[in-house]
């Protein structure tokens, strides 16, 4: 797998549904959401870009466009996302909230992408980076926000079930928080949450700290007959399982996503960059590229990372 996989293109998800591909991630302007489609994995390189919606011109949904999914719950495709308010006098860039979009087609890149508004939850606090997964029967939310009543962190990461894509259900869970030093560095965060579900286990990757060269992919996990909303059915591995590579030439890899290949092998979607030093704001440098590579397991049937993998030629 030539990496990477595709440039200038951070916080990716690649997609397999029945038998196609799709990819979303933050664009660097944060300005709009973009989709691409492919009938193979690697045909997502050079697929057309299809910008799905674009960022209000004043008021809520109108800067800081970020961290898009893509997801099929039910018959319709819904794709998550945070924004702030638009730069005016009285819009606020940093009011970052989680929003969603509703497309009924068959074919996310066909049909109408309609707005289904804001996701409300309890604290009206900054969050972003939702995602969604079913199991047992339910479909879960699960996000980062800032908890104001915890003094000197940025983002937890909190559960919920869905009453449908857009709607909390019942009382949202804090089910990790910044405490360890290495989600400490430089901020304390917990933020990129994603799901999978394998070996009677329910795995939750995170990443935290920092977005520069210690940005790190963090795991969650519960066993799968757990009731998944309560917080002590959850464990968090004590070290990062997924780091910077320095001999490898890749820094600061994560907020990642999971898909498989064509033959079902399962595949780790993530952001890294291939310096160490960042000139300028973080936010303003568009050299986060997607990265592909597979993953094995451990036989406890923990998910086995490795290193982030050195650049390849295509």
Request: net charge negative; proline share 7%; aromatic share 12%.
């Amino acid at each position: 797998m030539p990496n990477p996989f595709i440039l200038e293109r951070a916080d990716p998800q690649i997609l397999r549904h029945e038998d196609r591909y799709f990819f979303t991630a933050t664009v660097p302007a944060y300005d709009r959401i973009v989709l691409r489609g492919a009938d193979t994995l690697a045909g997502l390189r050079e697929a057309a870009e299809t910008t799905i919606w674009v960022k209000h011109p004043e008021g809520a949904m109108g800067s800081h466009i970020w961290a898009p999914e893509l997801h099929r719950v039910g018959d319709g495709w819904y794709v998550y996302f945070a924004a702030g308010e638009a730069d005016t006098d009285t819009g606020d860039v940093w009011r970052i909230r989680m929003y969603v979009l509703e497309n009924l087609n068959e074919d996310p890149l066909a049909g109408e992408w309609t707005e289904k508004g804001q996701i409300a939850t309890p604290i009206d606090s900054f969050s972003l980076d939702a995602t969604t997964f079913a199991h047992g029967g339910r479909q879960y939310l699960c996000w980062a926000q800032h908890d104001p009543g915890l003094a000197g962190s940025n983002t937890s990461l909190f559960l919920a079930e869905l009453a449908n894509p857009w709607t909390i259900k019942g009382d949202p869970v804090e089910i990790s928080r910044p405490e360890l030093d290495w989600e400490t560095i430089r901020f304390a965060v917990n933020e990129g949450p994603y799901a999978l579900v394998r070996n009677g286990k329910v795995f939750i990757t995170y990443s935290a700290s920092g977005t520069g060269a210690e940005y790190c992919v963090g795991l969650l996990s519960a066993d799968a007959e757990a009731d998944l909303l309560d917080p002590e059915s959850w464990s968090k591995s004590p070290v990062p399982v997924f780091t910077t590579s320095a001999a490898n030439g890749i820094f600061g890899p994560g907020h990642n996503a999971f898909t498989v290949d064509e033959d079902g092998r399962d595949l780790l979607v993530f952001h890294a960059r291939a310096y160490e030093e960042i000139t300028g704001d973080p936010l303003d440098n568009p050299d986060r590229h997607c990265r592909v590579q597979p993953f094995g397991w451990r036989e406890d049937g923990t998910p086995d990372f490795g290193a982030p993998l050195p650049e390849t030629a295509a």
